[in-house]
């Protein structure tokens, strides 16, 4: 997230002749190009994945199950976000958010382009490579955009985020129709090395443009002392020895499956959010009233776990569904399948400067619905959109193909769900962060994404060649439709919990 100061003495960045991009600070072109190549890039592969996860091998893909091809897949997601926790880390200890994002979309080129090499080894180091360098980019890049304004108060600032989260949707709309359509239609792994060639563009975009970037951005905050530097190091060398020693003995002994890696880490990215809050409500610094904000804070934090438990299955069930059981034509012109994967971009384009308004219109008459009814209103449509899926399975039985306009109608009413909850989320975890850990919160957001998905990958594994059956999104759906339910139920209480925050 954006930095919310700047220091004392730093300049706002100016660009040779006064030149602005839009009327904002030349670095937010920058900036709004290398994440939107970023982006392309990201949803581009992810567009490909589960479908190159459970292709058959005669097809040129891995030949995984549709349940282990989803669990994959809903794992990799949950690791991008758990490690954007430790890439803010290194940004603030280490190298500064410029040098981080740097090498983040050097390791993320690099991933793309292993996914391209034909070998089942590589494309798994890739995976594991895209999901360390989005931990480094993602948790810096929206840091440097807040570099560029002088502090809150700056009349550009909101206008500055929004052409950049704008540069995210186009590159998230573009990438499937692009990728995809090389991915699908003439070589999976010339698509994947197409999501390379895009971050390289990006990267080289960063790189020439980065005279333009605020001098802060180059500042390491809290810079690490030789002595932490050297016990860090160490730790890490040795866990990861550690590592490398247990899975080669469990390889050696012939039982290596890639169970063994989705299962462990599933369970960390449960493990880990539920570690930080045991460890923040032990803390004796925080004052009763902080305690009873972090306690109602929990019941958003599981309600959007819930959420992105289903939101984000758009790349994997849904996917997969898009690929077996839907018509890929309308209107008498046929697409590949991973056209669908356009659908949430262009709805948020379309849809989030219409929120924008209608919150502040029902503000102006007091019924601007509070935050804990937004996270409820989310979780139901989220569940309702999976009750749809559960019809559209239905009327798939059997072996047909449905209209595209199921999917279409499934991903309006996620896009829906997801710009009432996920915006006033990061609203309502500034709000309600203790002062002590007001940078960790933002992180702790994000691992709401992490439980989410690895629940996901748990729960795949666990059901097997059910996952993507009737019952298995109406089971979903009802869960998530309770979850709003009781929330609306219990709204009191969680007001109470938030003191003076509303």
């Known amino acids: 997230m954006a930095s919310s100061t700047l220091e004392a003495g730093v300049q706002r960045p100016s660009s040779p002749g006064g030149k602005t ?70 940004a603030d200890r280490f190298w500064g ?143 990861l020895a550690l590592t490398g020693v247990f899975f080669g003995v469990v390889a050696l002994t012939g039982n290596f499956s890639v169970g063994w890696v989705i299962w462990p880490l599933s369970v960390a990215g449960i493990g880990i959010p539920a570690f930080y809050f045991a460890r923040i409500k032990r803390d004796k610094d925080l004052t009763p009233d902080e305690q009873s904000k972090m306690s109602g804070y929990i019941w958003f934090f599981v309600a959007a776990a819930v959420f992105w438990m289903i939101y984000d299955q758009s790349g994997s069930t849904l996917n997969i569904f898009a690929r077996e059981s839907t018509s890929s034509t309308l209107f008498g012109t046929g697409f590949p399948s991973s056209w669908f994967q356009s659908f949430n971009p262009l709805y948020i384009m379309a849809l989030a400067p219409v929120f924008a308004w209608l919150w502040v219109w029902l503000a102006r008459r007091g019924k601007n619905p509070s935050t804990t009814m937004k996270f409820a209103i989310g979780l139901l449509l989220i569940g309702t959109s999976f009750l749809v899926m559960m019809l559209a399975m239905a009327a798939a039985s059997g072996g047909a193909k449905v209209t595209p306009l199921w999917l279409a109608s499934v991903y309006l009413i996620q896009t829906v769900g997801e710009l009432t909850l996920s915006p006033v989320g990061l609203s309502v975890t500034t709000k309600l962060a203790p002062p002590k850990y007001g940078s960790q919160m933002m992180g702790i957001w994000f691992l709401g994404v992490t439980a989410g998905d690895c629940v996901a990958a748990i729960m795949q594994l666990m059901v097997g060649k059910g996952t993507g059956s009737t019952w298995y999104f109406a089971s979903q759906g009802l869960l998530a439709v309770l979850a709003g339910v009781a929330l609306a139920m219990y709204r009191k209480k969680v007001v109470r919990l938030m003191g003076d925050i509303h």
């Open 21 to 90: 991009f839009l009327g904002h600070p030349r670095g937010l072109a920058t900036l709004f190009m290398t994440e939107m190549w970023e982006r392309f890039s990201f949803y581009g592969m992810r567009a490909l994945l589960v479908l190159y996860l459970v292709a058959e091998h005669g097809d040129g893909g891995l030949g995984y199950e549709a349940a282990v091809g989803a669990a994959i897949y809903s794992v990799y997601n949950a690791m991008v976000y758990l490690l954007a926790l430790p890439g803010g880390w290194i």
């Open 97 to 239: 958010a410029r040098k981080t994002v740097a090498v983040g979309g050097s390791i993320i080129m690099v991933g793309h382009f292993l996914l391209a090499v034909p070998a089942t080894a590589s494309f798994f180091a890739g995976l594991g490579l895209i999901a360390v360098g989005s931990g480094l980019l993602k948790a810096n890049i929206s840091t440097m955009v807040g570099h560029l304004y002088d502090g809150p108060t700056d009349p550009r600032r909101d206008g500055g985020f929004t052409i950049f989260y704008m540069g995210i949707n186009a590159g998230a709309f573009f990438a499937p129709l692009v990728i995809g359509t090389v991915g699908q239609k003439v070589d999976w792994h010339l698509g994947f090395a197409l999501a390379g060639a895009g971050m390289a563009l990006g990267l080289i975009q960063y790189l020439l443009g980065s005279r333009h970037l605020s001098p802060r951005s180059s500042t390491v905050a809290s810079p690490i002392s030789a002595a932490e530097k050297s016990s860090v190091l160490r730790k890490g060398m040795f866990w």
